[in-house]
């Protein structure tokens, strides 16, 4: 595999020079500064990838090319803004940057509650809660309806913590769903923002009356439309699983299993129509077993994201080790290293740790913990060559 760092331009504090020497051999960013809807040009996209090339790297992988709301959501503007999308990946193409990874989620994409969940030993990791979620839309969002979303017991547990929750804890569970965790990913909201939460709200509106059968047509619109730009500049879109992998704020969601992955590829039946295989985001997903997707869908998989994450009973979840969890990182490299060598693979995320936390990283992007993750990968892949080379292989 070939292992790329998610770096985030020359704001970064993680700059490049530091990335040699951990292993990294390609770099995946985006053009954080343009607007979502914008054109990517080709002077801009050369700046970008000249920058990267000062430092010895290559820009192998967009992450992301943002897919604005209203194609989401099927808005009267759909259609100048594919145009604009088919415009900047022709000039990704011809700049000879051919892997972009997108999503589809509405409105919101990943989501944790505790961006600083304390490990024993001492480092912090991210954690999806359900209560504490179930909090924000219950009692701070005040969604209509919301109510159904919920167990009886949930409902009552989310009660006895509005017995203790503080403005302040408010207000940082507020940053950690819709701000910190967003603003640097799609531009819906941003640290900054006046009243993040009505302007969620006015966000969420957007999606009224779209079931999933409807955004699963918008998406095959979208992705029809943009075909034939990936096949004249040969450029593969990998769509990025939902995170977590299942219904939110009575949105839906519609990149979260199996079946949802076949009826994206099946929809659209061609090679540029590919998937990111995000074990962090899939293992999330209770039904999901990450070596039987990744068996199945490693031919259509351009990129990978290794991270795992480990289910708490309730429906919560917590960012495990790269070792650890309901990933399976160690058969995944084995999985795509014998079905679909060689592909871009990131650490994503990792923990916090040795002063990580003093530091103004984006949310889930440290330094030192993305650095032990890539060396445990790297581990890994060591080891995935060698029993390879000496004929060990296995059957999944
Ligand atoms: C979170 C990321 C996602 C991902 C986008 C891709 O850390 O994995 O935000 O970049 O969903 O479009």
């Known amino acids: 595999m070939e292992k790329t760092w998610r770096w985030f331009g020359q704001k970064d504090q993680v700059t490049l020079n530091l990335l040699h020497p951990i292993g990294v051999d390609s770099i995946v960013t985006s053009l954080?500064?343009?607007p979502n809807g914008n054109v990517w040009t080709v002077e801009d996209i050369r700046h970008m990838q000249s920058y990267i090339r000062s430092y010895g790297f290559d820009w192998s992988v967009v992450e992301s090319l943002p897919v604005c709301e209203a194609i989401k959501y099927g808005g009267p503007e759909r259609d100048k803004l594919i145009e604009n999308y088919k415009l900047s990946l022709a000039n990704l193409g011809?700049?000879?940057i051919r892997t972009v990874c997108y999503n589809f989620m509405p409105v919101i994409d990943w989501i944790r509650t505790d961006l600083n969940y304390p490990l024993p030993d001492g480092s912090t990791s991210l954690y999806f809660d359900r209560i504490r979620f179930a909090y924000f839309d219950l009692k701070i969002l005040q969604r209509s309806g919301a109510e159904k979303d919920?167990?009886?017991a949930e409902r009552e547990k989310v009660e006895i913590l509005d017995k203790k929750m503080t403005d302040e804890q408010k207000d940082e569970l507020i940053d950690t769903i819709i701000v910190k965790?967003?603003?640097?990913?799609?531009g819906n909201i941003r640290s900054?923002?006046?009243?993040p939460v009505l302007l969620f709200k006015h966000l969420l509106d957007l999606y009224k009356g779209i079931n999933?059968?409807?955004?699963?047509e918008n998406m095959r619109y979208f992705l029809s439309s943009i075909m034939p730009v990936c096949e004249k500049y040969g450029v593969n879109m990998c769509v990025h699983p939902d995170d977590p992998p299942f219904q939110v704020f009575g949105l839906p969601r519609i990149v979260t299993d199996e079946e949802d992955i076949a009826w994206i590829l099946n929809a659209v039946d061609n090679p540029h129509n590919g998937l990111t295989f995000c074990a962090g985001s899939l293992s999330a997903g209770e039904g999901n077993d990450t070596r039987s997707l990744a068996k199945k869908f490693a031919g259509r998989t351009y990129f990978v994201h290794l991270r795992s994450t480990e289910a708490i009973p309730g429906g919560s979840f917590i960012e495990s080790s790269h070792l650890a969890g309901r990933g399976h990182i160690i058969d995944l490299v084995r999985i795509f290293e014998q079905l679909h060598p060689g592909l871009p693979m990131r650490i994503d995320h990792g923990r916090s740790m040795l002063g990580?936390?003093?530091?103004?990283?984006n949310a889930g992007y440290s330094f030192y913990g993305r650095m032990l993750?890539?060396?445990q990968v790297e581990g890994i892949l060591s080891t995935v060559s060698d029993e390879m080379d000496k004929g060990v292989f296995f059957d999944f």
Not at 181 to 186: E, I, K, L, M, Y
Not at 192 to 195: E, Q, R
Not at 356 to 361: M, P, T
């Open 32 to 34: 954080h500064d343009v």
């Open 212 to 216: 999933r059968d409807k955004l699963r």
């Open 356 to 361: 990580d936390g003093d530091k103004d990283y």
């Open 181 to 186: 965790t967003q603003g640097f990913v799609n």
């Open 94 to 96: 011809r700049c000879g």
């Open 192 to 195: 900054g923002d006046k009243n």
């Open 150 to 152: 919920y167990t009886l």
């Open 373 to 375: 993750a890539l060396a």
